[in-house]
């Protein structure tokens, strides 16, 4: 009788907790699929074009050429396939940019939501380093430390980007860990006797993914634009392809003033288009975090229905 009671009782809570996290996943959306559909797609070329294309560094007799069967984007100015390059780059880019992405969005969640959760001195702390890191120009900070640093591999650029990409994302957590962490739930848990730990990853932290995704986005999308910045001005990684790199040869080899458009347009584009995708993923992502887009969002619905 008493199991009967306790099953009774308790059955209904994985499934509250399955509604819950359904509820906060993104509306199948148009903005939705285009974005995942373009992102996927650039992340898909990254991951398996640099198999299936030749050596980027080959050089070879025929210097920018147009687009011909033998070589779909052409070559540069020595001969390179620029198709390959485009691949390999793909595969850099998104490299840097996921990486700095993870990285980013745990540093400030682990300012974020630690310190606004263990309050007193542990928040005002923590508080100050991020007002310190918010003020401090990121592209600038970019410029001297890479312009000082001799040795510029992919870890100094994945390092740089991440400690300027990362104070915005841990005031808004912050923010949102201070609403949250006098909640009834939050509360019966500290009575319960519950681990910090435990109830920063059970009660806290789930309530929290939305915005975590959001600024996860967001970081790659800086991250990409800025090591593509660097390395647009030759400061980025030596040795490594990325979009930056593949414009900045095509800019030192006057491939705009040689009309050799095949050689910049595409790096340029695929930049455009992944900033274009992760940004259309933001705005599905935003209409659940923003409580008057989803109001709006669910009018727009119930409007589509009643016609």
Known sequence: MTSTAQLSTFSPEP??????????????????????????AIALFGLIGPLLVT?????????????SGEH????????????AQLAHATRGSLIVGVTVGFLAVALSGLVGILGAYLGGRWDESFSL??????????????????????????LMIIVVLT???WAGGARVLRAQTLSMRN????????????????????EI??????????????????AILGESSLSFLGLGVSGT??????????????????????????????????GAGLALINFAIDEVINPKLRLATAAKAARKATR
Not at 24 to 37: D, F, M, Q
Not at 207 to 220: C, D, E, K, Y
Request: glycine residues 8%; hydrophobic residues 55%; positive net charge.
């Open 15 to 40: 499934q509250r907790r399955f509604d819950g996290m359904r509820r906060s996943l993104p509306p199948r959306t148009p903005k939705l699929v285009i974005g995942l559909g373009i992102t996927v």
């Open 129 to 154: 380093f991020t007002n310190v890191a918010l003020v401090i120009p990121g592209i600038p900070l970019m410029i001297v430390v890479a312009s000082y640093v001799e040795q510029k591999g992919l």
């Open 163 to 165: 400690l300027t990409s």
């Open 241 to 274: 392809f990325s979009w930056g790199s593949m414009l900045f040869y095509a800019q030192n080899a006057f491939s705009l003033r040689l009309g050799a458009w095949w050689w910049f347009i595409p790096p340029g584009l695929m930049i455009a288009l992944l």
């Open 72 to 83: 779909l984007l052409g070559t540069t100015q020595t001969g390179q396939d620029v198709l």
């Open 183 to 202: 909640r009834d739930y939050v509360l019966a848990a500290k009575v319960a006797g519950e681990p910090t730990w435990r109830i920063i990853l059970v």
């Open 55 to 67: 050596d980027p560094m080959a050089i070879s007799n025929i210097g920018l050429s147009g687009p």
């Open 205 to 222: 932290l789930p309530n929290l993914l939305p915005v975590l995704a959001s600024q996860f986005v967001f970081a790659v999308i800086f």
